[in-house]
């Protein structure tokens, strides 16, 4: 079972909830629960999840819908049940990281931020990232492993099996 989420997470979860339609544009209408939210029961019907663009700053945020507000946060302190329920972190860890490129959806992310970075930042040198949700750090490792030039990579993970699992492996892993 998950550790439970420090104060601070808890408060910026609790604060995503309240974002609305009122506070910007929407930019996506999701009509169907992913897998997390299903296994979390939240029904089919009626259901509805926004990403807004905030007026002020042009940031994207996932409005999540009030009905499912409790449901969700309990989802939130046993998040990595519903992919890792069994397994060992750094089984999965490894296993994912051996994926085809043509396999791995991590791959693909990779591949269009070092596409978009190529593009946007004048930098051949080194780039920064900042991973929030790393998981088991697959897509920092990945990234790093899989471009040629040296980025400054920083994990954001709230859940302490997956930060010790980060340090320990993918810090030393990753070229």
């Known amino acids: 079972m998950a ?10 979860l609790k ?5 609305s339609l009122d506070d910007g544009k929407e930019l996506l209408r999701i009509l169907t629960p ?29 409005c999540l819908p009030d009905m499912s507000a409790e449901k969700l946060q309990k989802l939130r302190t046993a998040y990595y049940e519903v992919d890792f329920s069994g397994a060992d972190i750094e089984e999965k860890y490894r296993f994912v990281m051996s994926l085809p490129a043509e396999y ?5 992310r990779v ?13 051949t040198t080194s780039k920064q990232m900042l991973d929030i949700g790393a998981g088991t750090g697959v897509f920092l490792s990945r990234l790093i492993r899989d471009s040629t030039i040296s980025w400054k990579a920083m994990a954001i993970e709230p859940v302490i099996p997956m930060l010790r699992h980060i340090y320990a492996s993918c810090i030393h892993d990753s070229r």
């Open 111 to 123: 591949s269009r931020i070092l596409r978009f970075s190529d593009h946007w930042f004048s930098d």
């Open 15 to 19: 604060t995503t909830l309240r974002v």
């Open 34 to 62: 992913d897998r997390f939210e299903k296994s979390a029961y939240i029904d089919d019907k009626e259901y509805v999840r926004l990403w807004v663009e905030c007026n002020q700053c042009g940031t994207a945020t996932n």
């Open 3 to 12: 550790e439970a989420l420090n104060p601070l997470t808890s408060w910026a």
């Open 104 to 108: 791995s959806d991590n791959a693909g």
